[in-house]
Structure formats: C-alpha cells, structure tokens
C-alpha cells in the first residue's frame, strides 16, 4: 500500500495528531464506529517469523490454518524435533 503524499510530507507524528484532533470533533457514533472497524482491519497486531506484518484477520487466519494441521495430525512433538535435529 502506498503511503499518501500529504503523509510523507507532513511527517508521521504530526499526521497522527491531525488525524487524532479530528477523531476528536467527531459526534456521530456511527462515524467513529466505521473508524474504529477501519482501524481493527487495518492495524497491525503480529509478525511473522520473517518479520512480515499481520493485521488481525490475517493473524486468525493463520491461527485458523494451525487449528486445522494440529487437528488432522500434521505436526511433530518435541522429541520428535530432537530426534531429527540430532541428524543436522
């Protein structure tokens, strides 16, 4: 996602107070709802072992995949893991 131009202009934190000043003033709930769903979708709340960011939906969605390998079998235990690293 390309960040906007005003953004790299203005600088990161003085974006982020403007955008905060104007979350500020606004009184309709169901405005600042619709913000609050952006900002759940968008927000970052992990990363992967590759240091990728994961929003939410992505991250349940990897949780989601590791619920399904542990459920049909598709893993290794510890002594398992032991056992091959010792062929490293």
């Known amino acids: 996602m390309l960040e906007d ?4 202009k203005m600088g990161l934190q003085e974006t982020k107070l ?3 000043q104007k979350i500020m ?3 309709k709930t169901s405005f600042l709802g619709k913000i609050d769903k952006l900002l759940e979708k968008e927000m970052i709340v ?3 072992l590759e ?3 994961l929003t939410k939906a992505l991250y349940n969605s990897h949780l989601q995949k590791a619920e399904e ?3 049909s079998g598709k893993f290794i235990t510890q002594a398992e893991l032991e056992k091959e690293s010792d062929n490293w």
């Open 46 to 48: 992990s990363y992967t």
């Open 69 to 71: 390998q542990l459920s």
């Open 25 to 27: 003033g606004v009184s």
């Open 51 to 53: 240091g990728k960011p």
């Open 5 to 8: 131009k005003s953004i790299i």
């Open 18 to 20: 403007g955008v905060m």
